[in-house]
C-alpha cells in the first residue's frame, strides 16, 4: 500500500509540473513581449501587448538597490512654472535618469482657455516636509524612506502620515492591491471610471522593495486602454505585493535618460501635457 500511495504521489506531481508549465506558457502568450527598450544596471524597460484589453504598455522596473549597495531613491517634485512641466521639460531642468507624472491636478485658464496655473490635488509631503494639503476624495500614495509604498484613505492628516514613517507622499487616484491582494469594489468605485479603457499609469512594488511602473497606452494610441481589472489582472501575474493607480490619460508620462517612451495622446498625438509634479529618479544612483 505504501508503494502504490507513493505511485500515486509522484503521478500527481508531475501532472503539477506539467500544469505549471502549461499556465506559464499560456501567460507568456497572453502577454506578449515586443520590445526590449533599455537594460541598464539599476533599471529596464520592456514593452508588451496585451491581447485581453488590445493595448500595449510598458513595465519599468526599478532596483532597490544599485551595484554598490546603495537605495536608489524614488522622489517627487514639483514642477518649475506655475502652468506646469511637460515630462521632457522637467527632466533637462532636473537631468532626472527617470521620470513619470505624478498626481492628478486642478488647473486655471484664462479667458482665452489657456493654462495659467496647474496644480496638484490633496495632500503633497516633500522630504518630511508638509508642502500642501487640501481636501480630497481619493487616496494618497506615500514613499517611506527606504521606498516601501504604502496607501492611505481618504481623510488622514498630512501630519498622521509622517508620523507612520513616510517622507514623501502624493495624491492620486487608488490602490489596485495591497499585500499581493486586489482591493474590493468598494474601493475601486472611489474612483467612478473604473470600468472604463483609458491610458493608464501604475506604480507597484515587489516584495525585494524592486519598483515596476506599468505605463499603457490607449485612445488609439498603443491600443484602446485599460480597465481596473485589466491592470490588476497584469499585475497579479507579475507577483507585486503592492500597486497603486496613480494619474493617467494624457498625462500619462515615461521618461528615461531625457527620451520620452511612452506616446504623445494630447491634440490627437501632437503635444506633450504639463504636469503639476513628477516622480523621479535623480541620476547619479
Known amino acids: ?158 501630519e498622521d502620515i509622517i508620523k507612520d514613517g513616510t517622507d514623501n507622499a502624493i495624491s492620486g487616484f487608488i490602490p489596485l492591491i495591497i499585500d499581493h491582494q486586489a482591493v474590493d469594489e468598494s474601493v475601486r468605485k472611489v474612483y467612478r471610471r473604473y470600468k472604463e479603457k483609458h491610458p493608464r499609469q501604475v506604480i507597484a512594488q515587489y516584495d525585494n522593495l524592486d519598483l515596476v511602473f506599468l505605463s499603457c497606452g490607449g485612445r488609439g494610441f498603443d491600443g484602446e486602454g485599460m480597465t481596473i481589472q485589466d491592470l490588476i489582472n497584469i499585475l497579479e501575474k507579475e507577483g507585486v505585493k503592492f500597486a497603486f493607480m496613480i494619474d493617467g490619460g494624457g498625462s500619462v508620462t515615461v521618461m528615461a535618460e531625457g527620451e520620452r517612451v511612452t506616446k504623445k495622446i494630447d491634440k490627437k498625438g501632437t503635444i506633450e501635457r504639463a504636469r503639476p509634479n513628477f516622480l523621479y529618479v535623480p541620476s547619479g544612483n
Not at 502577454?31 to 488590445?54: A, G, M, R, V, W
Open 1 to 158: 500500500m505504501k508503494r502504490k500511495f507513493r505511485v500515486d504521489t509522484f503521478g500527481l506531481c508531475i501532472v503539477c509540473m506539467l500544469f505549471v508549465q502549461y499556465s506559464h506558457a499560456q501567460t507568456t502568450q497572453n502577454q506578449k513581449h515586443i520590445e526590449e527598450l533599455y537594460t541598464e544596471d539599476i533599471y529596464s524597460i520592456n514593452k508588451y501587448f496585451d491581447p485581453n484589453s488590445d493595448t500595449y504598455y510598458y513595465l519599468t522596473r526599478i532596483k532597490h538597490l544599485n551595484p554598490s549597495g546603495d537605495l536608489v531613491k524614488l522622489k517627487t517634485a514639483f514642477a518649475a512654472k506655475p502652468e506646469g512641466e511637460t515630462g521632457s521639460e522637467f527632466a533637462a531642468r532636473t537631468n532626472a535618469l527617470l521620470a513619470f507624472n505624478g498626481s492628478t491636478a486642478r488647473a486655471k485658464k484664462s479667458e482665452s482657455g489657456q493654462v495659467v496655473k496647474r496644480w496638484p490635488t490633496g495632500i503633497q509631503i516633500i522630504d518630511g516636509v508638509i508642502k500642501q494639503e487640501l481636501p480630497r476624495s481619493s487616496y494618497t500614495l506615500g514613499i517611506k524612506e527606504d521606498n516601501t509604498l504604502v496607501s492611505y484613505p481618504p481623510g488622514i492628516e498630512a
